[in-house]
């Protein structure tokens, strides 16, 4: 009894240590996305993608490995949380200030502090918030790739339309949204190529392989594709079990042979 007892606990002990762990990783994950309407001018265009930061303090583990490679920086909500100091929000702001220039979406959990505080320091940062709002990059051939946000979804704060109105009518979009769920609004004429996003944190903790959410992924649905991430932090408890925390560094290029190859 004694023995089981033991063996017992230090199984517990293990499986607590795997959990912390997972919770903290500084994991880029790289991927490669072609399509035959890329601006073929643009060459191609990386973007690091990061969501769902809660409370952690960003390492330089995921900073540096991805300086000089990617050409922005979206941050796709949930960069704080109620009780987490502005001085912190601000130092990881910087961190991914580094990388090159960062836009913003809205996510639930950034509500719960003083968001006007936080926009201030968003813009005092010289961060674009993309609150129902899109951003255009232009190569010197007149080729345009707009980058879409839309602002909390679950709050009914959400205007994709407004957003489309922002885009340029003849470019290559892509989207973020803090919430997977914003694909359910999105048509085929919106002519939304990607959309990335968090929230669900790739299910956090799976029992037995099961969670509430799926684990993070990049999946074809019939009218974009889809990369959903497990986040870089945790709420509530900082485990996770089987879906390690994670940020992306995502290529996008032109090649009419590899159609939205993932």
């Known amino acids: 009894m004694v023995i089981s007892l033991v063996v017992l606990f ?3 002990g293990c499986l607590l240590i795997y959990m912390l762990r997972e919770a903290f990783l500084n994991k880029v994950i790289e991927h490669e996305l072609s399509f035959s309407d890329f ?3 643009l060459g191609s265009v990386s973007i690091f993608f990061i969501s769902d930061i809660h409370r952690r303090k960003i390492s330089d583990k995921i900073i540096n490995p991805v300086k000089g490679k990617a050409d922005i920086v979206v ?3 949930d960069l704080t949380e109620k009780g987490v100091p502005f001085e912190k ?7 991914l200030k580094q990388i090159g220039p960062v836009y913003f979406v809205w996510g639930n959990n950034d509500y719960e502090v003083d968001y006007h505080k936080l926009d201030a320091i968003l813009l005092e940062l010289g ?3 993309l609150d129902n709002t899109a951003v255009t990059f ?3 051939q007149g080729e345009k790739f707009c980058l879409l946000g839309v602002d909390d979804l679950k709050q009914d704060r959400d205007r994709l339309d407004l957003a489309l109105l922002d885009a340029e009518e003849k470019s290559f979009k892509i989207l973020a949204s803090h919430y997977p769920d914003i694909t359910n609004k999105i048509l085929s004429e919106h002519e939304i190529r990607l959309v990335l996003c968090g929230h669900t944190h ?3 903790i799976h029992i037995l392989g099961y969670s509430p959410h799926e684990r993070g992924k990049i999946k074809r649905l019939d009218n974009t594709i889809l990369l959903i991430s497990n986040g870089y932090g945790t709420t509530t408890i900082p485990l996770r079990l089987g879906a390690p925390a994670e940020c992306h560094l995502i290529t996008l290029k032109w090649n009419s042979d590899l159609e939205g190859k993932i």
């Open 75 to 77: 941050i796709g909500g």
């Open 39 to 41: 601006p073929k001018s």
């Open 89 to 95: 929000v601000k130092a990881n702001l910087l961190k």
């Open 202 to 204: 790739g299910g956090q």
């Open 127 to 129: 961060i674009k918030v």
């Open 10 to 12: 230090i199984g517990g």
């Open 138 to 140: 232009e190569s010197a």
